[in-house]
């Protein structure tokens, strides 16, 4: 059993940036890959940002140049760095874990990130 929590989340203006964090309850080695996934009002989550336990990333479109996606193993940690920050980019962002040989993928409880008009 593994806890993924996000933090970071918040009210930033547009142009501005933050920098969500997850922390897991246990070694992150173990993942397949890590995520992050944003839903935003009206729409289905969809994925942002993803790292492979080889390292390999991909962006959604929407947010390639302007966010990036990393980890700390030794903290167990996931990071996605977020600039020039748009009203489209308002959601909620969760982390997620694909475990391999697993369908049912971890999830963590979902941080807000606002950007007003």
């Known amino acids: 059993q593994v806890q993924l929590v996000e933090s970071g989340g918040g009210l930033v203006q547009p142009g501005g940036s933050l920098r969500l964090s997850c922390a897991a309850s246990g070694s992150i080695f173990r993942f397949a890959a890590m995520g992050w996934y944003r839903q935003a009002p009206e729409k289905q989550r969809e994925l942002v940002a993803r790292i492979s336990r080889g390292g390999s990333t991909n962006y959604a479109d929407s947010v390639k140049g302007r966010f990036t996606i990393s980890r700390d193993n030794a903290k167990n940690t996931l990071y996605i760095q977020m600039n020039s920050l748009k009203p489209e980019d308002t959601a909620v962002y969760y982390c997620?874990?694909?475990?391999?040989?697993?369908?049912?993928?971890?999830w963590g409880q979902g941080t807000q990130v606002t950007v007003p008009s």
């Open positions: 997620n874990a694909e475990r391999p040989y697993s369908r049912d993928d971890y």
